[in-house]
T-cell receptor
Framework: DVKVTQSSRYLVKRTGEKVFLECVQDMDHENMFWYRQDPGLGLRLIYFSYDVKMKEKGDIPEGYSVSREKKERFSLILESASTNQTSMYLC????????????FGPGTRLTVT | AQKVTQAQTEISVVEKEDVTLDCVYETRDTTYYLFWYKQPPSGELVFLIRRNSFDEQNEISGRYSWNFQKSTSSFNFTITASQVVDSAVYFCALSTIGGGSNYKLTFGKGTLLTVNP
């Protein structure tokens, strides 16, 4: 079974703080993704990575950065958290060798006050 | 550009009713995958099915069935004899077959299904 884990289920941070969201997958997947999910807006892709040290911007990269130093780990960084970044953050991974289906972690609900 | 439309924002049914969730997609690519995901109240998206654009055969898995029609660019999902545990948000998604950026999925906005006892 594919397992994608995220470092926190719930997180509360203050405006201006630097925030790290960690994601780890255990299936040797090449591709990893960060989404945010907001009511009425569905899932929006922030960044993705299809190889170690490779990253590509998604649809809403502003205010975020990512890091992928190891194949199994993909970090999302909020350099200076703002209240409009309060959201559910979902990490996913997929393999090049299959049919591109993504497997998701449980999500991190981030509140920025 | 790719697009997935799930016109039904919310559906409410009574247990044991059949329900169909609609998905219409747009793509210029000739080869692609289509997906359905389920997001129960716990929040984690669960992969349900993938279909290849080459294969228009309908698929059935227990109470779930999927109808893929290329002619209408639709990939509809039917739950037969719905149960309360089917209550969730369901997402349809699309991906081009290829490498690099093609690994991205384009998601619809989801349909909230509520099954009442």
């Amino acid at each position: 079974d594919v397992k994608v884990t995220q470092s926190s289920r719930y997180l509360v941070k203050r405006t201006g703080e630097k925030v790290f969201l960690e994601c780890v997958q255990d299936m040797d997947h090449e591709n990893m993704f960060w989404y945010r999910q907001d009511p009425g807006l569905g899932l929006r892709l922030i960044y993705f990575s299809y190889d170690v040290k490779m990253k590509e911007k998604g649809d809403i990269p502003e205010g975020y950065s990512v890091s992928r130093e190891k194949k199994e780990r993909f970090s999302l960084i909020l350099e200076s958290a703002s209240t409009n970044q309060t959201s559910m953050y979902l990490c996913a991974s997929s393999s090049d060798r299959g049919g591109y289906e993504q497997y998701f972690g449980p999500g991190t609900r981030l509140t920025v006050t | 550009a790719q697009k997935v439309t799930q016109a039904q924002t919310e559906i409410s049914v009574v247990e044991k009713e059949d329900v169909t969730l609609d998905c219409v997609y747009e793509t210029r690519d000739t080869t692609y995958y289509l997906f359905w995901y389920k997001q129960p109240p716990s929040g984690e998206l669960v992969f349900l099915i993938r279909r290849n654009s080459f294969d228009e055969q309908n698929e059935i898995s227990g109470r779930y069935s999927w109808n893929f029609q290329k002619s209408t660019s639709s990939f509809n999902f039917t739950i037969t004899a719905s149960q309360v545990v089917d209550s969730a948000v369901y997402f349809c998604a699309l991906s081009t077959i290829g490498g690099g950026s093609n690994y991205k999925l384009t998601f619809g906005k989801g349909t909230l299904l509520t099954v009442n006892p």
